[in-house]
């Protein structure tokens, strides 16, 4: 084959290379919901949020959308910015901290203090049915080491949302969070030490 040949060939193989792009990747981010009330008087010691578990279905990093069928369908290119347990663990902190007086709440990341409130959440089951989201949730708040001592609750939260799309699904779990917050601010500023 000629040089010529070759040169035309080899511009015609990255035409087609560039011509091929893949679609964009779209990222979304919980975000912080405004409180239904502020908790004015908190005499228990400082809450850490310890564990958040997502149902298994939703811990993936692709965004899980509803289908006019009535299912959910992996976003092949709608992601969370990072594990959906762990931003949600995040955002429920930052809930929290908007909820109860300043210097209650510990950030997950931060180093728990021996006579602080640990909270342990366990969402069991997060759904959307046509423009409504739900969540069931359960959690725990007790003394550090102390699991036999702890105050337990549970919730079942709705929220509407206006269509099916990523940041609409986005905006549901931050919504759902948020009332989440709701409650367990009110149960631990009850929380009774032994």
Not at 33 to 55: E, F, G, I, Q
Not at 128 to 157: E, F, H, N, T
Request: with cysteine.
């Amino acid at each position: 084959m000629s040089t010529t040949r070759w040169w035309v060939a080899g511009c015609a193989v990255a035409l087609a290379i560039g011509g091929c792009r893949s679609a964009t990747t779209r990222i979304y981010v919980l975000a912080p919901a405004a409180p239904a009330s502020h908790v004015d008087v908190y005499r228990a010691p400082p809450l850490h949020v310890d564990s958040l578990n997502v149902p298994a279905g939703w811990d993936r990093i692709e965004i899980l959308k509803p289908t006019a069928a009535g299912t959910l369908q992996i976003g092949d290119f709608d992601h969370w910015a990072a594990p959906l347990g762990q931003m949600a663990r995040q955002t429920l902190s930052e809930d929290l901290d908007q909820r109860l007086p300043a210097g209650s709440v510990i950030y997950p990341r931060l180093s728990k203090p021996s006579d602080s409130l640990g909270v342990n959440v366990d969402i069991l089951e997060f759904d959307i049915v046509a423009s409504q989201a739900s969540m069931r949730a359960s959690w725990i708040i007790a003394p550090s080491g102390d699991a036999q001592g702890g105050k337990r609750g549970a919730a079942s939260l709705r929220s509407s949302m206006s269509s099916g799309e990523p940041a609409a699904v986005a905006r549901a779990w931050s919504d759902l969070i948020g009332q989440l917050a709701d409650r367990i601010a009110v149960d631990a500023a009850s929380f009774n030490l032994p």
